[in-house]
C-alpha cells in the first residue's frame, strides 16, 4: 500500500539508486524499508529494507586498522556467512545481498556495509497469541530449525578441526540462546516438543521473526566480523562436508527403495 512519506536521510553516497522509506528499530543495524516513488511525496515498499552497519570502534585488534580494509572484510564475512546459513538453514534465512559503500553521518563520512534483505513480517516469536504458539506447524518448524543448527555447528566444528586454521568459522546467530542451548546438548540430542515449547515461549530475540499468518520463520541477521583467508579454506572444507553428507543420505534413501 502506497504511504504518503517524506525522507529525511540523504542517499548521494550510496553506491545504487535507493530511496528509504521507514526507519525501524530494535536491531543492531540501523534498518529502513526500501521504496520506490510513484509520484512527489508518494513512495511505495518494494518488499527489499536496507540494514546499515553502525560504525563500529577499533577494539582489541579485531577490526583491520585502515578503515576501507576493514569494512571490506567486513562485507566478505557477511556475505560467506550468509552463503553458509543458506547451506545449512535453507528458507529459514532470507535472501540478501551485500554492498560496500559510504554513508554520511551528520557532516562526517565513513565507509559503510550495506545489507539489502527480503523484507518479513516484523513480529517476534513472544508477540504470537498463545493458540499461534501452540500451533504444531511452528512447533515443527522451529524444531527443524534447531535440528539445522545442530547439524551446522556440527560440520563446522569439523571444518574447524580440519583446516587447522587461527580464524575460526562459528555459525552463531543472535538468537538469545538458542545457538547456546544447541551447543549445550550432544549432538545426537533430539530436541523434544517440550524443548522447542520453551524456546517459542521464552525467545525475545528481535532476530528470530516469523510471519503470524503462515508461521514460517527467520534468521534475520548476521552479525558482524572480519573475514581472512583462514575462513575461506575453512568455509570450503564445510561445505565439502555438506555435499558428502547429502550424497551418503541420497544413496541411503535409493537403497531403501529395493
Not at 511452528?138 to 539445522?148: D, H, K
Not at 538468537?175 to 515449547?197: C, H, P, V
Amino acid at each position: 500500500m502506497a504511504k504518503k512519506f517524506k525522507c529525511r536521510h540523504s542517499t548521494r553516497s550510496m553506491p545504487f539508486r535507493a530511496e528509504l522509506g521507514q526507519r525501524f528499530s530494535g536491531q543492531d543495524n540501523v534498518v529502513y524499508s526500501l521504496v520506490r516513488c510513484t509520484e512527489p511525496e508518494l513512495r511505495v515498499p518494494i518488499g527489499m529494507v536496507l540494514k546499515i552497519n553502525h560504525a563500529t570502534p577499533q577494539i582489541d585488534n579485531v577490526r583491520h586498522p585502515d578503515e576501507h580494509e576493514a569494512a571490506q572484510r567486513g562485507i566478505q564475512y557477511k556475505k560467506n556467512k550468509y552463503e553458509l546459513l543458506r547451506l545449512f538453514l535453507g528458507d529459514f534465512v532470507p535472501k540478501s545481498f551485500f554492498v560496500l559503500g559510504k554513508i554520511y553521518e551528520g557532516r562526517a563520512e565513513r565507509y559503510a556495509e550495506y545489507t539489502i534483505q527480503e523484507e518479513v513480517p516484523r513480529v517476534a516469536l513472544g508477540s504470537l497469541m498463545p493458540e499461534q504458539r501452540n500451533d504444531p506447524r511452528l512447533i515443527a518448524r522451529v524444531r527443524e530449525l534447531m535440528s539445522r543448527l545442530q547439524y551446522m555447528h556440527d560440520v563446522l566444528g569439523e571444518a574447524n578441526n580440519r583446516s587447522g586454521g587461527g580464524s575460526r568459522l562459528d555459525g552463531k546467530l543472535d538468537l538469545k540462546g538458542i545457538s547456546d542451548r544447541i551447543r549445550t546438548e550432544s549432538l545426537d540430542y533430539d530436541f523434544t516438543n517440550d524443548d522447542t515449547q520453551h524456546i517459542i515461549d521464552n525467545n525475545t530475540s528481535p532476530n528470530l521473526l516469523v510471519d503470524p499468518d503462515t508461521l514460517q520463520i527467520y534468521c534475520i541477521d548476521f552479525g558482524q566480523g572480519q573475514w581472512t583467508e583462514d575462513m575461506t579454506e575453512t568455509k570450503a572444507i564445510a561445505e565439502q562436508i555438506f555435499v558428502a553428507d547429502q550424497a551418503a543420505a541420497a544413496g541411503k534413501l535409493a537403497l531403501k527403495r529395493f
